[in-house]
C-alpha cells in the first residue's frame, strides 16, 4: 500500500520559517518526482513546488521564489520544503504527493500530474 505522509506543520510569525517533511512508503519513493501544493480556506489547491526524482531539478511557484527551498534524501524516502521569511498569505493546507509522471529531468507543479497524494499539514503564519 502505497502511503505519502506530511509532518512539519505549525504556527508561526510572520518572517518566521517552517520545514516540512513528506515521507513515502510502499513505493520506491526515489523513482518519483514529489510536489507540494497547498490550499487555503476558499481558495483552489495550487501547486508551491516540486523536484525530479534525482533531485537536479526544482519548479516554484512565483510567490514563493527566493524563500522556499525544496529538498530531498532519497536515502531517508524524504522530501522536504524549507519555508523562510513566511507571510499570513502562507496559511494553508499543505499537501505532498508523488508523480510517475515526470521521469525525466524536470517537473512542474501540477496537480494533475501526482498520483499518491497526503492528508496534509496545517501552516498557519499569524501576522
Known amino acids: 500500500q502505497v502511503q505519502v505522509v506530511e509532518s512539519g506543520g505549525g504556527l508561526v510569525q510572520a518572517g518566521g520559517s517552517l520545514r516540512l517533511s513528506c515521507t513515502g512508503s510502499?513505493?520506491?519513493?526515489?523513482?518519483?518526482?514529489v510536489g507540494w501544493f497547498r490550499q487555503a480556506p476558499g481558495k483552489e489547491r495550487e501547486g508551491v513546488s516540486c523536484i525530479t526524482w534525482s533531485g537536479d531539478s526544482t519548479d516554484y511557484t512565483d510567490s514563493v521564489k527566493g524563500r522556499f527551498t525544496i529538498s530531498r534524501d532519497n536515502a531517508k524516502s524524504t522530501v522536504y520544503l524549507q519555508m523562510n521569511s513566511m507571510k499570513p498569505e502562507d496559511t494553508a493546507m499543505y499537501y505532498c504527493a508523488s508523480s510517475s509522471y515526470y521521469s525525466g529531468n524536470y517537473c512542474l507543479a501540477k496537480m494533475r500530474d501526482f498520483d499518491y497524494w497526503g492528508q496534509g499539514t496545517q501552516v498557519t503564519v499569524s501576522s
Open positions: 510502499g513505493l520506491i519513493f526515489d523513482d518519483y518526482a
